[in-house]
C-alpha cells in the first residue's frame, strides 16, 4: 500500500508538471452525497436493469456554471440495506461520479458532460495541447479494496480537509463500507494514467480505529452548517468523523519523530513513537542522527473518536525490561490528534507532557514527521542496548547550562546567600537573571523565599575560599532571606516556584544523639551484602523520607586496590544504587586528605520528576565540597555528567 502512495503522489506530480486536470469544487458546503436513478445525466443508455436508491436527479439546466453557489442539501445517509434489490447506485450532488455497487463488487462511472459544464475539462486539455485526450475516459471502472475485502456501500463527496485542490476544483473523496464494517479511502480524479489504469481506483487502505460501521452519511460538520465531510455510524448508533483518518493511513507502518528543539552539536533530541494496530504502544527519547538512547517507554493506547478531533489516551511504563501493568506508569497522557499529509499532531489535552520548555513550562503541541524507513523509531533504537550509566539524561533541570537554576551558599549568620561570580573583563560571567530566583532549596530540601539585594564588588580580602567567613569579601549576587534563617554556610540551589518545586519528597535527617553509622541495621547490611555480593565495612543513614524511604551510604570490604561505596536508595521492593570505585590510596582514595574513607554526604534535596527520582547530595571533605546530582535511570542511580558546583574552602 505504501508503493501505491508513493506511485500515485508521482502521478499527481507528472498531472501537475504537464497540466493533467483534477476534479473540482463548486464551493464550501455545495454538495451532499446522493444517488441517481440512472445514466441519464452522462448518456442516454438504457439501465432499466440497475435500481437506484434515490428517485432525484441533479440539476443539469443551464443554470450551472463552473464554482456556482448552491444551497447546502439536506444530509443524506445511506446503507448497504436500504434497497431491496441488488444494486446500489450512489452519485455526487454534482453528478460528476456514479458508483454502482452488486454482489461485492464495485464500478464506477465518470459523468463527462458534468465535468465538462461545471469546469470545462475539455478546455483544460486544449491549453495544455495534449495528444492524450483518450486518457478522458468515462469507465466504467473497476473499484476494489486494498484488502479484496467485499464492499458493501460507498459514500463520494467534497471533503475540503482531505481533498487535493488541482486546477481551481478539488478532487473527491470515496470512502469504502467493507463487509466486515471496516472502511477505506481513495481519491477520485477523472484521469486514469496510462499504465497505471489497472489499480488508481483501489481503496488506499483501512482507517485506523473505526469498525462494526453500518451506515455512511455526507453532511455538515455542524447543525446543519459548517463544513461538509463524511460521517461514519456504528452498529450502536456512534458518529465518527473520518476527516482526520484519511490522512492517517500509514499510522500503522511507519514511525513517528517528534523534533524537540533545533540542531546542538550536530544532532537534535527527538520523540520516536510507534502505534500498533493491536494498541501497542512504544515511545522512546534520544538524539536523531547518533541513535542515542535516553529513555524507553512501552505500553498501550486508546483512541476516542466520538468528538471532531480523535483524542490519544495512553500509559507507558519503563520498556528496558517490558512494562509491569501491576506497578504505577512512568508517563500518561491525554491527547488531541491531528493529521496531515505525512503528519500527524498531538496536542496535549490532559496527563504529563513530553518534554519541557527551558521556563519549566510543558511542551503542549508535537508535531511530529513519518519516518517510513523505520530507522529512526524506538524499537530501532534498542539495537544499542540501554543507555550508557555516563549519559546525560534529557530532562535534566540541574545542568550547569540551565539557566533557571544556580547554586550559592548562606552567611554565617544565616541571613543572606551569594552566587559566586567573577568579572572575567567582560562582566560577570553568569547568564541567568538573578531576579528570578524566589526560592532557595537548602539541606533536606527545606524551602526558604529570597528576595535578590544585588551585585557584591567583593573586596582585596579576598581569599577565593567559597566559605562563610569569607562572604563579604567575594564577588557575586547576594540575597536576603525574605521568612526563616538559613542554615549557616550550607549549600543553597535557587529557583522558583514551578515543576521542580511541586516534585519536592520531604527528607528528614538521621535521629540525633544516635551514631549514624548504627542506624541502618544488621538485617540492611545483610541485604546490601547479599545484592552486591560483597561484605560491608560499615553503612550511615543519610535521611529518611516521607514515603518511608531510606538513603544510606555503604563503605565495602577492600578488595586488594579496589575500593568501592555505594549511596544506596531503599524503599519497599526498589533498591537503587550509585556505585564510585577507586583505587586504593592511604591518603586520597576519592578526595584528598580523607585516606581511604569517602567523605561526608549529606542530602540537598530528593525529587520526583517525569516518574524518575532525582537526588542531590553535597559531598565534603577538607579542600571543599561538591554537588552530587543522581538520576533514577533503568533501575539504578545515574550521575549527571556535566559540571554541577564545586565549593573550595581549604585553609589557605
Not at 523509531?377 to 555516563?390: H, I, Q, V, Y
Request: with cysteine; glycine share 10%.
Amino acid at each position: 500500500m505504501k508503493s501505491k502512495i508513493i506511485l500515485i503522489s508521482i502521478a499527481l506530480l507528472l498531472m501537475a508538471l504537464t497540466g493533467y486536470a483534477l476534479t473540482g469544487c463548486a464551493g464550501k458546503g455545495t454538495e451532499s452525497a446522493e444517488t441517481f436513478p440512472d445514466r441519464s445525466v452522462a448518456d442516454s443508455s438504457s439501465n432499466s436493469d440497475i435500481q437506484s436508491s434515490n428517485t432525484q436527479s441533479p440539476d443539469t439546466s443551464g443554470a450551472d456554471a463552473p464554482g456556482a453557489d448552491t444551497a447546502t442539501p439536506d444530509p443524506i445517509t445511506h446503507g448497504p440495506d436500504e434497497q431491496p434489490s441488488d444494486a446500489l447506485i450512489r452519485v455526487d450532488t454534482e453528478g460528476l461520479v456514479e458508483v454502482r455497487i452488486e454482489d461485492g463488487k464495485a464500478e464506477l462511472i465518470f459523468m463527462l458532460d458534468r465535468w465538462e459544464k461545471l469546469y470545462d475539462i475539455s478546455c483544460i486539455y486544449n491549453a495544455i495541447e495534449t495528444e492524450n485526450a483518450e486518457f478522458l475516459k468515462e469507465g466504467p471502472f473497476e473499484v476494489r479494496s486494498s484488502s479484496g475485502k467485499r464492499i458493501s456501500d460507498v459514500c463520494v463527496g467534497k471533503v475540503e480537509a482531505v481533498n487535493n485542490r488541482y486546477y481551481g476544483f478539488d478532487e473527491l473523496t470515496a470512502i469504502l463500507l467493507l463487509d466486515d464494517g471496516t472502511l477505506e479511502y481513495f481519491p477520485l480524479y477523472p484521469f486514469p494514467l496510462q499504465g497505471l489504469d489497472d489499480w488508481a481506483y483501489c481503496g488506499w487502505g483501512e482507517l485506523p480505529w473505526l469498525s462494526d460501521i453500518v451506515s455512511l452519511s455526507y453532511e455538515p460538520d455542524g447543525e446543519g452548517i459548517g463544513e461538509m465531510t463524511i460521517f461514519a455510524q456504528n452498529k450502536n448508533g456512534l458518529r465518527y468523523d473520518v476527516r482526520t483518518l484519511c490522512r492517517l493511513l500509514d499510522v500503522f507502518v511507519c514511525d513517528w519523530v517528534f523534533e524537540a528543539g533545533p540542531p546542538f552539536d550536530g544532532d537534535v533530541l527527538c520523540a520516536f513513537l510507534t502505534l500498533e494496530e493491536n494498541g501497542s504502544m512504544w515511545l522512546s527519547k534520544g538524539f536523531l542522527y547518533s541513535g542515542e538512547c535516553l529513555a524507553f517507554y512501552e505500553g498501550r493506547y486508546s483512541v476516542s473518536l466520538t468528538g471532531i478531533t480523535p483524542i490519544l489516551r495512553f500509559k507507558l511504563w519503563d520498556g528496558w525490561d517490558g512494562p509491569d501493568p501491576n506497578t504505577q506508569p512512568k508517563l500518561t497522557g491525554e491527547y488531541r490528534l491531528t493529521a496531515g499529509a505525512d503528519a500527524m499532531t498531538l496536542s496535549l489535552s490532559d496527563g504529563q507532557p513530553l518534554f519541557y520548555n527551558e521556563d519549566d513550562s510543558p511542551v503542549t503541541t508535537y508535531p511530529f514527521w513519518a519516518d517510513y524507513s523505520t530507522q529512526f523509531g524506538p524499537l530501532a533504537r534498542l539495537e544499542g542496548g540501554k543507555p550508557a550509566d555516563s549519559q546525560h539524561y534529557e530532562d535534566s533541570l540541574l545542568s550547569m547550562n540551565d539557566t533557571s537554576i544556580a547554586f550559592g551558599f548562606a552567611d554565617e549568620t544565616g541571613s543572606r546567600l551569594i552566587i559566586t561570580c567573577y568579572d572575567t573583563g567582560d562582566g560577570p560571567s553568569f547568564d541567568a537573571d538573578p531576579n528570578q530566583f524566589t526560592l532557595a532549596v537548602g539541606p533536606y530540601g527545606e524551602l526558604v523565599p529570597v528576595s535578590y539585594s544585588g551585585w557584591q564588588d567583593g573586596t582585596g580580602q579576598n581569599d577565593y575560599r567559597d566559605a562563610a567567613y569569607n562572604f563579604d569579601n567575594l564577588p557575586g549576587f547576594v540575597f536576603t532571606a525574605e521568612r526563616g534563617r538559613l542554615s549557616p554556610d550550607k549549600t543553597y540551589l535557587f529557583t522558583s516556584q514551578g515543576r521542580f518545586t511541586d516534585a519536592l519528597i520531604t527528607l528528614n535527617p538521621p535521629a540525633s544523639g544516635v551514631d549514624k553509622r548504627s542506624q541502618m541495621g544488621l538485617k540492611t547490611e545483610d541485604y546490601i551484602y547479599t545484592v552486591k555480593g560483597r561484605g560491608v565495612r560499615w553503612s550511615e543513614l543519610l535521611t529518611v523520607t516521607d514515603e518511608g524511604g531510606q538513603i544510606g551510604l555503604f563503605l565495602f570490604e577492600r578488595e586488594g586496590d579496589d575500593m568501592l561505596f555505594s549511596i544506596v536508595y531503599l524503599y519497599g521492593p526498589d533498591t537503587l544504587f550509585w556505585d564510585s570505585p577507586a583505587e586504593y590510596s592511604d591518603w586520597s582514595t576519592w578526595r584528598i586528605d580523607m585516606g581511604d574513607e569517602p567523605g561526608d554526604f549529606e542530602p540537598l534535596f530528593m525529587a520526583r520528576l517525569d516518574s524518575r527520582l532525582v537526588l542531590a547530595l553535597t559531598w565534603g571533605a577538607p579542600e571543599g565540597e561538591l554537588v552530587v546530582i543522581l538520576y533514577e535511570v533503568n533501575g539504578k542511580f545515574v550521575e549527571e555528567d556535566d559540571y554541577i558546583y564545586s565549593r573550595y574552602w581549604s585553609p589557605p
